[in-house]
Nanobody, 125 residues
Framework: QVQLVVSGGGSVQAGGSLRLSCEASGFKSLQNYMAWFRQVPGKGREGVAAVVTRTGTPFYADFVKGRFTISRDNAENMVFLQMNNLEPEDTAMYYC??????????????????WGRGTQVTVSS
């Protein structure tokens, strides 16, 4: 059974850090693109960061540049999102996703086939 298993959410104060992990369980390897998305109630899912797993090339939403870092461990089939200097506006459910294709818009959720369950990140002021 293939699935993306997410861990690492939690509650922190503004300025704090969290690290999210996503394990691609049951996959022979990571998908071509792996990404993190987030969603708050009443809004659509928005792209946070993505990575081309073969090259490590990252893509970031403007609102996280300089604060978040996406990385991957191809040998362990894992993707990470290091989140520093968290802001209350980062409060959301965070999702890991994978796409086997080459994507023109790596932060667009509709292009991703595989999704993990979300993990809640709550940042208090």
């Amino acid at each position: 059974q293939v699935q993306l298993v997410v861990s690492g959410g939690g509650s922190v104060q503004a300025g704090g850090s969290l690290r999210l992990s996503c394990e691609a369980s049951g996959f022979k390897s990571l998908q071509n693109y792996m990404a993190w998305f987030r969603q708050v109630p009443g809004k659509g899912r928005e792209g946070v960061a993505a990575v081309v797993t073969r090259t490590g090339t990252p893509f970031y939403a403007d609102f996280v540049k300089g604060r978040f870092t996406i990385s991957r461990d191809n040998a362990e089939n894992m993707v990470f999102l290091q989140m520093n200097n968290l802001e209350p506006e980062d409060t959301a459910m965070y999702y890991c996703a994978g796409a086997p294709y080459t994507l023109r818009s790596p932060l667009r959720p509709n292009d991703y086939d595989y999704w993990g369950r979300g993990t809640q990140v709550t940042v208090s002021s």
